[in-house]
């Protein structure tokens, strides 16, 4: 069974890209289901608890676009750098460095217009981001360091240096946590509460803001600069071969850094939600893993923004509708739903050709008898 | 009458919409050398695949010895005693050659007496068939020549009766072919059947008793070698008769336009590959570089095109200098002033495989107008010029979406053909512009190099193949070891000569 050839050309767009990502994700959430099972509970009472928590009530699912927005941002930052080849492991300690980008400035200029101040703010996390996945493109394109080991020992930089900063230099010194002063108010993004009231809800409180919208103009940036203009078009030629491409005069080392910084400013707007938008301040370790999940989420996405868009959604519902579970299953723990997540991982991922000859093979022949018919 | 060793009866197989082999019928007598020849395209290499088990054909049967079988992998081909070697070699680089041999088959868990046994048998095969392999030596430290030799003693070791070759020549030097075809020789005295896929009509004339004839997915023709010509068999392939000379008029030399002084490069591992060449071509001429692969060629053209370092020496265009060992133009701007490319390895260089047709024919041009503007791409521009050329130049299929790697060969070399010579280029760097496409090509991108000759580009032409130098250049120059050992009009050349300056020897 194991060597099905399958003429990749005869293979329709949908059975590849939605028909193979929906099956995998299937069999994911089927052994997790399983494990819910061994857990003592009840999978499918699981599963109407997810679906409830992201969806079941407004708060609920502006959470989960919450969560999605971040998704968005470092599953871009994976896939821009990806169509250059480059495994951009960085985008936790890059959305880092991207929050204090974000944090200077609001800080420091906070006395100028407020959507002046937006605006500068997403420049310093972007900038701040790609300037700290500078260093490793630099090093891989003139030295050949290789990113995925310099960008994970760059997570680990970029934390250390964290929490020096919020421990010795930035710290609120009102108060012994590692974390900063507030922003002022006014310059804070408008969350979702304010817009739900012009619509007539009442909520309580959501991390939902307007940085949402940025992050789908982001996807909208990724897809126009990929496949639209020439420097994706250099990126994409660099990334798919090199020795062409510098035969066609492209550089490889510019391309290398222009798409490590641009993935790393992407990993930087995180900050812009998580700063600007919802804690006001920088806390250590405000990252939470969203970089690495980002990886999932590109791909799952198959690196393209179209993909990325629900890819980053399914996180989203997964982390809202999770932590719904663990509230009322006490048996069920929030590391179970890292397992369920990892599972995602592992099956639209590493084992993402497990089914995909048998898959394709089966609607190939099955197209083929209707147009023999 | 004897029984044929391999039968093929109506095989089918089809790829999608398109049929790569239409009802083939072939007989392969035991002990012969038999050739299959056909166009790139025409679906020989599919044909044996389906013969090794790679694929499994839509109908039809294959028989062994008289006997029906089903091949379902190429195991079931290796029991049955087919062995193929493929024009890339399937070889672990940083095994020796008996650990590569006995891969798949080692038949004990630690290594001991099987290995023993193994290496005694491989021995007495080498032996037989005079190989000259040391089987300790790791592979890749061994020529590519010998890389195949390898490949051969793998098939012969697992049992092979039927030895299978698909264009075993295309990456060996004219020394390593005479040695190949020694050994293929002696395979053949010794009772064993090889079938040779080729394109190469000289090869067939050569080495083959007798030979099929693809064309478009179908067999049309089985004949004796000694029964049938070279010509003949070409009009067989291509369905026409072809001109193995180009029709070219007298030259109009105009002015010298390129200019290389005393030229030293280095490849990557720090080795002079191109010493002290000097040489000028002047508009409306072609200049050939003969030689056999390795001499320097590539290295040549790679520091002209702007890809590689000069060392030392310098270039001049247009009485300009435009490199020199401190500094270099990339090949971007070399093309702004007029200068083409056609690379010698289209995969490696001339192409991105995995890109839309569409977007390898703007290739090292993408970022001139109308093809993009401040750096947005112009997706009707490109579409209407790509439109325009594949047509223009005959690409099939013609459709500008397509993935590339999905064209044939000479498809692939008809694109970067198109993109190199639209911009009518002053200087024309070729190498290898004919290198595994089909005769139909061959001729249409003969004609095409004539065409910019006549127009007064000055082109520069490096090919392995004798017959494409002789019949394209107007001056012919012989490099060896990196050096230009002669250089001669070219008027009454004999290949002989030439054969004897590439060799080093005259």
């Known amino acids: ?373 | 009458m004897v029984s044929p060793i391999l039968e093929l009866t109506n095989i089918n197989k089809s790829f999608g919409h398109v049929q790569a082999n239409k009802n083939i019928n072939l007989k392969i007598n035991k002990g012969t050398i038999h050739g299959i020849i056909g166009e790139n395209g025409a679906g020989k290499s599919t044909l044996m695949s389906i013969v090794f088990g790679l694929y499994q054909a839509n109908s039809g049967s294959i028989k062994i010895n008289g006997k029906e079988i089903n091949l379902r992998s190429p195991r079931d081909s290796i029991i049955n005693g087919i062995g193929m070697v493929h024009q890339h070699f399937m070889l672990v680089e940083n095994f020796t050659v008996l650990e590569n041999i006995i891969l798949g088959f080692e038949g004990e868990t630690v290594f001991g007496e099987k290995l023993q046994k193994a290496k005694e048998d491989l021995e007495k095969l080498c032996q037989t068939y005079n190989f000259n392999i040391d089987l300790d030596a790791t592979i890749s430290d061994l020529s590519v020549g010998f890389r195949q030799r390898v490949e051969i003693l793998k098939s012969l070791y697992r049992g092979a009766e039927i030895l299978i070759l698909d264009e075993p020549t295309g990456v060996l030097t004219p020394q390593e072919v005479d040695e190949l075809f020694k050994i293929l020789r002696s395979l053949k005295d010794e009772g064993k059947t090889i079938v040779l896929i080729t394109h190469k009509l000289i090869e067939i004339m050569d080495l083959t008793s007798e030979v099929s004839v693809m064309r478009q997915g179908e067999m049309v023709g089985h004949t004796k070698t000694e029964d049938t010509s070279k010509e003949q068999l070409a009009e067989m392939m291509v369905g026409r008769s072809v001109l193995l000379r180009v029709d070219k008029k007298e030259i109009r030399k105009g002015e010298t336009i390129f200019k290389v002084n005393n030229l030293s490069v280095k490849d990557d591992l720090d080795i002079t590959r191109v010493k002290d060449v000097n040489l000028e071509i002047c508009s409306g001429e072609i200049l050939g570089i003969a030689g056999v692969t390795g001499n320097g060629q590539t290295e040549l053209l790679e520091a002209l095109s702007g890809i590689r370092k000069v060392e030392s020496g310098s270039i001049e265009l247009f009485g300009e200098k435009i490199s020199d060992q401190n500094n270099f133009l990339n090949p971007r701007m070399l093309k702004e002033k007029g200068l083409a490319h056609v690379p010698e390895d289209r995969q490696r260089m001339g192409l991105i495989s995995d890109f839309k047709a569409h977007e390898n024919l703007i290739f090292g041009y993408h970022d001139q107008e109308p093809y993009s503007k401040s750096a947005i791409l112009n997706n009707k521009e490109i579409t209407e010029y790509s439109n325009k050329v594949m047509q223009e130049y005959d690409v099939r299929p013609n459709s500008p979406n397509l993935i590339t790697s999905n064209f044939s060969g000479g498809n692939q070399q008809k694109i970067i053909l198109s993109r190199e010579l639209n911009e009518n280029p002053k200087v024309l760097l070729v190498g290898q512009p004919t290198r595994g496409v089909d005769i139909g090509a061959i001729e249409f991108i003969h004609q095409r190099l004539i065409d910019m000759r006549d127009k007064g580009a000055a082109i520069l032409l490096a090919s392995v193949e004798l017959d494409e130098i002789l019949s394209l250049s107007d001056r012919i120059i012989v490099m060896f070891d990196g050096k230009i050992v002669g250089e001669k009009e070219n008027k009454n050349v004999t290949d002989r000569e030439l054969g004897l300056l590439m060799a080093g020897v005259a």
């Open chain 1, 1 to 373: 069974m194991s060597n099905i050839v399958v003429d990749k050309s005869k293979v329709p767009w949908w059975v590849s890209n939605v028909i193979v990502p929906l099956v995998n994700l299937t069999l994911a959430l089927l052994v997790s289901g399983l494990f819910v099972f061994i857990a003592g509970e009840n999978p499918i009472e699981a599963v109407k608890l997810i679906i409830y928590g992201s969806f079941g009530y407004i708060q609920g699912f502006a959470y989960t676009l919450y969560y999605t927005t971040n998704f968005i941002f470092t599953g871009l930052a994976f896939a821009v750098a990806f169509h250059c080849r480059l495994f951009n492991i960085g985008g936790e300690g890059q959305a880092y460095i991207g929050g204090l980008g974000v944090f200077l400035v609001a800080i420091n200029l906070s006395f100028l217009p407020v959507p002046i101040v937006w605006l500068l703010a997403i420049f310093g996390a972007f900038l701040f981001g790609a300037a700290w996945a500078y260093i490793p493109a630099y090093l891989q394109s003139k030295r050949g360091s290789h990113v995925v080991i310099t960008t994970i020992m760059f997570n680990f930089i970029a934390s250390s240096l964290m929490i020096f900063l919020l421990v010795d230099v930035i710290r609120d010194t009102n108060q012994m946590a590692p974390h900063t002063v507030k922003l002022p108010e006014e310059i804070w993004l408008p969350s979702f509460e304010a817009f739900s009231g012009i619509l007539g809800i009442k909520i309580r409180y959501s991390p939902l803001n307007l940085t949402f919208l940025l992050a789908i103009a982001s996807l909208f940036f990724v897809w126009f600069l990929v496949w639209k203009t020439k420097w994706g078009y250099e990126m994409r030629a660099v990334g798919h071969n090199t020795q062409a491409a510098i035969y066609a005069g492209i550089s490889p080392h510019k391309n290398i850094i222009i798409a490590m910084c641009i993935s790393g400013g992407l990993a930087g707007l995180l900050g812009v939600n998580e700063i600007l938008g919802v804690s006001h301040k920088i806390q250590a370790g405000f990252p939470a893993g969203y970089g690495f999940t980002g990886i999932a989420v590109a791909l799952m996405g198959r690196n393209h923004p179209i993909g990325i868009l629900p890819a980053a959604f399914l996180f989203g519902i997964l982390y809202q509708g999770g932590s719904e579970v663990t509230f009322e299953m006490p048996n069920i723990t929030r590391y179970m739903f890292v397992a369920v997540q990892g599972l995602i991982i592992l099956f639209s991922g590493a084992l993402e050709n497990l089914f995909r000859p048998q898959i394709e093979s089966f609607f190939v022949r099955r197209l083929n008898r209707e147009v023999n018919a």
